[in-house]
T-cell receptor
Framework: SQTIHQWPATLVQPVGSPLSLECTVE??????LYWYRQAAGRGLQLLFY??????ISSEVPQNLSASRPQDRQFILSSKKLLLSDSGFYLC???????????FGQGTRLTVV | AQSVTQLGSHVSVSEGALVLLRCNYS??????LFWYVQYPNQGLQLLLK??????LVKGINGFEAEFKKSETSFHLTKPSAHMSDAAEYFC????????????FGSGTRLSIRP
């Protein structure tokens, strides 16, 4: 069966520090991969999605970037965190166009 | 571009009462629609999905939703609320023309009164 791993579960980082959140999927090949951010009262905002290795689509201009170095690995990064980057970050995967997404357990990021 | 609108950021019902969570979508092509549930500090769990088959879709935990093209709606219902239904609920949309993007609504927090 397919599983998705996302870590760490919680993270407290100072303003201006770098960020790296990692997500891996097991049990499937060539999944679509997603990064969402959830801020209080604002629902889920799609940040990045990828349909293949090295193929990244950015939805919102921001202080973040994403990379997909391997088929089932998706990384969310920042060179210098801002206070506004605080939130709950969720990684997800789907098998293809028109299918549902399956979510990881999320990372609670607090920038101080 | 596709979008979903969830009317009501917070809905409160009594235990045993009908649950109705509203979702309206915007899509120029046939949509695929989903409802998810999120418990505090957890990821999202799929409740049900509409993929152009039956318009009345049954999901887990006694929830169901009806796709109404004429109203561009996909409202979530449950005949009798349980305390364990208290959570945040999200409606989402995608399609074959969306390049695999899945767009979520702003969510509705469901509270259950004893």
């Amino acid at each position: 069966s397919q599983t998705i791993h996302q870590w760490p579960a919680t993270l407290v980082q100072p303003v201006g520090s770098p960020l790296s959140l990692e997500c891996t999927v097991e049990g499937t090949s060539n999944p679509n991969l997603y990064w969402y951010r959830q801020a209080a009262g604002r629902g889920l905002q799609l940040l990045f999605y990828s349909v293949g290795i090295g193929q990244i689509s950015s939805e919102v201009p921001q202080n973040l970037s994403a990379s997909r170095p391997q088929d089932r690995q998706f990384i969310l990064s920042s060179k210098k965190l801002l206070l506004s980057d605080s939130g709950f970050y969720l990684c997800a995967w789907s098998v293809g166009v028109g299918t549902e997404a399956f979510f990881g357990q999320g990372t609670r990021l607090t920038v101080v | 571009a596709q979008s979903v609108t969830q009317l009501g950021s917070h809905v409160s019902v009594s235990e045993g009462a009908l649950v109705l969570l509203r979702c309206n979508y915007s899509s120029s092509v046939p949509p695929y629609l989903f409802w998810y549930v999120q418990y505090p500090n957890q990821g999202l769990q799929l409740l049900l999905k509409y993929t152009s088959a039956a318009t009345l879709v049954k999901g887990i935990n006694g929830f169901e939703a009806e796709f109404k093209k004429s109203e561009t709606s996909f409202h979530l219902t449950k005949p009798s609320a349980h305390m364990s239904d208290a959570a945040e609920y999200f409606c989402a949309v995608t399609s074959y023309s969306s390049a695999s993007k899945i767009i979520f609504g702003s969510g509705t927090r469901l509270s259950i009164r004893p």
